[in-house]
Each structure stands twice: as C-alpha cells, then as structure tokens.
C-alpha cells in the first residue's frame, strides 16, 4: 500500500498526488489518500470510479478522512469495463466515460462547454522572447485561477514543448488536468521536436482531431 498525506491541500493537489501514486505504484495495489474535507473525498471518489477503481473512504475525526483506492490487475481492469458497458446497455444507460471529461473536475466543475484555449507557441505575443516566455507561464498559471475553466487546451508547434518533460507550465497544466480540462498534444510536433517520449500531461492528438475541436468550438482562445 501506497500512502499519500494530502492533508491541508486543497483541490485539486489531492488528486493529483493521488494520480502520480498509482501511476508510480505501475500495477495492482493500493493507494490510502489522507485529507481534510469531504469536498477532496468526492473528488477522489470521482476520480476512481472514472478509472474503474475499488474506492472507499471513512471519517477518522472531525477533520480527517481517509480514501482506500484500489487498482486492479491489468486484465482485471478491462473486465470490470467491458461488464459496465455491458450493465449500461442492458439499462439503456451511457457509459460514464462517453458523457465527457468529468473524471477528475473539482466540485462544483467549472469548465465551460466548448471553449478551448489553443497554444501555439511557447511565447506570448511578439517583440522580446524573454518576456514572450514569462508571459505564457504567467497567462497558463492565470488559466488555473479563472471562475471559467476551459473544456480544451490544444498545443502544437511551439506550444507543444510546454507539455513536455522540463516545461515551465508543466504543474499548472496539470494541474488543470486533474480539474478535468482537457490536454492535447500535436504527436507531428511532438515527434518533430524530438519531444515523443518527452509528454509528460495530457494525451496525444493529430491534425484531424485539432481541426474537428476547433470548428466545434464556441470560444476559442489564442494568446
């Protein structure tokens, strides 16, 4: 068993150190998550039922809580799924995973449908490239702080080493991430900046996906 002390953290750090846990525990096991409000509770709950995760938490005192998360074997997790999707067409239910990216939103969520930020380049704005840069760490650090989280962040060419492994930006995008915002990263970029192995937030996209997200969109954001 894996133990994560997030006590005093506020969201979504609990999530987050939750997430980097299972992930470093690489395999079947168990996570207990300490915080201090039922709001993180929810979340972690949130969080493993997305993943298909065992999850269950108690109250130790008044202001004290423990999340017991457990990660199945590989073959064990796929089977749970394939029996829920199974259970969702029996009852004409959707599968959780098919309503959107609700798998680790703070509560109340407070992403805003079809809004994207687009990041296109590691700099914001033109004239000194220093300042570019302190600007676009400041502007994706001001993107964790809105009321209004955006549904998407979409970064390619220049954008796309900020995903990346030694990236400024790297925490604040995830921890936009574990708000339920959505990270994706041209693979054409990736692999042209020799970053393929290098993603470190967020999952890998092509052009045709890029292209389809922004035309659906209602707000699209480019600093």
């Given at each position: 068993m894996i133990k994560v002390n997030a006590m005093g953290d506020t969201c979504p750090i609990p999530v987050i150190k939750t997430k980097n846990a299972i992930k470093e525990m690489n395999g079947a096991g168990e996570v207990e998550v300490l915080v201090d409000n039922e709001i993180a509770v929810q979340n972690?709950?949130?969080m493993a039922k997305q993943k298909q995760y065992?999850?269950?938490?108690?109250?130790?005192?008044g202001d004290e809580y423990r999340v017991i998360i457990t990660v199945p074997a590989k073959g064990q997790e796929e089977g749970n799924e394939a029996s829920r999707k199974g259970d969702?067409?029996?009852?004409?239910?959707?599968?959780?995973?098919?309503?959107?990216?609700?798998d680790t939103a703070c509560i109340?969520?407070?992403?805003?449908?079809?809004?994207i930020v687009v990041l296109r380049s590691g700099k914001m704005g033109e004239g000194n490239d220093e300042l570019?840069?302190?600007?676009?760490?400041?502007?994706?650090?001001?993107?964790?702080?809105?009321?209004?989280?955006?549904?998407?962040?979409?970064?390619?060419?220049?954008g796309a080493p900020l995903s990346c492994e030694g990236s400024d930006s790297l925490e604040d995008l995830k921890t936009l991430e574990?708000?339920?915002?959505?990270?994706?990263?041209?693979?054409?970029c990736l692999n042209y900046y020799g970053l393929t192995d290098k993603l470190a937030v967020g999952s890998v996209t092509n052009m045709y996906a890029i292209a389809?997200?922004?035309s659906e969109a209602d707000t699209i954001i480019c600093p």
């Open positions: 972690l709950t949130k065992e999850c269950k938490s108690e109250k130790l005192s969702a067409a029996q009852t004409g239910a959707a599968p959780e995973a098919s309503r959107g990216a609700e109340p969520d407070g992403r805003r449908k079809k809004k570019g840069a302190v600007l676009m760490k400041g502007f994706i650090y001001a993107l964790t702080e809105l009321d209004q989280l955006p549904e998407t962040i979409l970064l390619y060419n220049g574990a708000q339920g915002v959505e990270i994706l990263t041209c693979g054409t389809e997200k922004m």
